[in-house]
């Protein structure tokens, strides 16, 4: 059967196309929904049998994607998940959205991708177009997927096509959810470009072709080392003006004021999650292949990785103003996650919080609504039942600010507050103590 340009467009509008999403997290399940909801036969493989499980009992995981929401695309869209690749030679449109950790040395562990394009490459039909969504260090896409792809006797532009695409979803964000979010993609050729442009028309309204797979995997990496440095720059501001005694978060509000020239950035407990803390780091290991050392992803990165330790030395601070020492105290941690109203935890700088204290005071609880029990390393606690206990603690830590928290309670019973996320605004009390 001919698979031309102009054939693969018109299978895209007939819906005669099985999509494969490779890869059921955060960016994989959100995408293979929005597919399955536009009419695709859509299906998805994750080698995580518990996802996979969950998924076949109707529930998510994600908190994105709401478990009734994936029962109603269940029942009425052809979406199936699978915990092989038995099935992907079906498929005509392959999504890679596998994780890209950091290895112990801070180099970039592409291990999935890897893993995932040698399955692809084995099981592919001739003719499918492979995207890659993962966020890696430029050059990943040419250097290392058309190698793997073109192994045996497939060929790039006449076997199957390639491109790369970031995904630049943020979990959590309700007015931009995936479908609102403008695409950015470059392909190996233009035509790759041209059928990825294609089928993504069908679930976003603006889609950015690049000149290169290379310019998409930059763009990624520049937007969240933008991120980083901003991020890097104002907790440095913030530790400053607290020497300073002035308050940053009244700062900031005022500053952003200005309509053009300034973009607010606010302080906290640290970065985490599955992007800023790392994505960088791919730039920055990429970069010293060519020779390039950069100073701001390394200053900002120290920055942000310096400020759980800011927290536990402030509380500390603040304990002893009140004649108290750390050693002696009961703190607790508000909120485990790395980021408001998302279950995640990945490189939550409130973990590392929790951690420094379970050494440096006498006792650490903490409290999060979405994280019933925390294991890791050498915690292993249960989410605390505060409500008759908030007046026991010698400190309370708002590290994460979940909606669904009642701060008013909080701050009728606690004694002493250290707010990281400028819940308290405007409430001005004597036992409130901000970044
Ligand atoms: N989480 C975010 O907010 C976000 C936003 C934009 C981009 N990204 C990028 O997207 C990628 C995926 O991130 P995520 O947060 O969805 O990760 P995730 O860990 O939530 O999901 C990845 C899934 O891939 C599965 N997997 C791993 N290897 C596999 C293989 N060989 N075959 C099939 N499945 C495999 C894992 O079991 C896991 O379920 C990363 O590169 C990340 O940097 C993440």
């Not at 494969?20 to 009419?39: D, R, T, W």
């Not at 501001?237 to 005022?254: G, N, P, Q």
């Not at 607790?332 to 420094?356: C, F």
């Not at 890791?376 to 008759?388: C, G, M, T, W, Y």
């Amino acid at each position: 059967m001919e698979n031309t340009i102009k054939d693969f467009e018109a299978k895209v509008r007939n819906r005669k196309l099985t999509v494969a999403v490779v890869g059921l997290g955060y960016v994989g399940l959100p995408l293979a929904i929005e597919f399955a909801k536009k009419g695709f036969s859509c299906m998805g493989i994750d080698l995580d049998k518990d996802r996979i499980a969950r998924l076949k009992k109707q529930e998510s995981y994600i908190t994105d994607v709401p478990s009734a929401d994936l029962k109603k695309v269940l029942k009425n869209t052809k979406f199936r998940a699978e915990q092989d690749f038995r099935f992907l030679p079906e498929a005509d449109v392959i999504f890679i959205c596998v994780p890209t950790p950091l290895k112990k040395k801070h180099e970039p562990d592409i291990s999935y991708i890897k893993s995932a394009v040698k399955s692809i490459s084995l099981n592919m039909k001739r003719g499918a177009l492979v995207i890659l969504e993962s966020t890696t260090y430029p050059g990943t896409t040419d250097e290392v997927i058309i190698p793997l792809l073109e192994s045996g006797t497939l060929k790039h532009g006449k076997d199957f096509f390639l491109c790369f695409s970031p995904e630049r979803i943020d979990p959590g964000n309700e007015q931009f959810p995936l479908h609102k979010i403008v695409k950015v993609i470059g392909g190996v050729s233009p035509e790759a470009t041209s059928r990825g442009v294609a089928i993504y028309s069908t679930i976003l309204h603006k889609i950015v072709p690049v000149s290169s797979a290379r310019v998409a995997e930059m763009v990624k990496l520049l937007e969240n080392t933008f991120r980083l440095i901003n991020i890097g720059m104002i907790n440095e501001l913030a530790m400053m003006a607290h020497k300073m005694k002035i308050d940053i978060w009244e700062v900031i509000d005022a500053a952003k004021t200005k309509p053009f020239g300034f973009m607010a950035f606010y302080p906290g407990p640290g970065v985490g999650g599955h992007c800023i803390p790392k994505d960088p780091l791919y730039l920055y290991w990429k970069a010293r292949k060519f020779g390039f050392k950069s100073k701001f992803i390394k200053l900002a990165s120290q920055v942000i990785t310096y400020m759980p330790e800011y927290v536990v030395e402030r509380v500390s601070e603040i304990l002893l103003a009140q004649g108290k020492k750390l050693k002696n105290s009961h703190i607790l941690v508000v909120g485990a996650t790395y980021k408001k109203d998302v279950k995640d935890l990945r490189k939550s700088p409130a973990l590392d919080i929790i951690e420094l204290l379970s050494v440096k005071a006498k006792e650490v609880s903490y409290y999060d609504p979405l994280i019933p029990f925390l294991k890791f390393n050498s915690i292993d606690l249960v989410s605390a039942d505060i409500k008759n206990k908030i007046s026991t603690y010698d400190c309370v830590v708002i590290a994460t600010d979940h909606s669904v928290i009642d701060y008013g309670a909080i701050l009728k019973k606690a004694r002493c507050i250290f707010d990281t996320r400028n819940i308290y605004k405007n409430i001005v009390d004597q036992k409130i103590y901000k970044i």
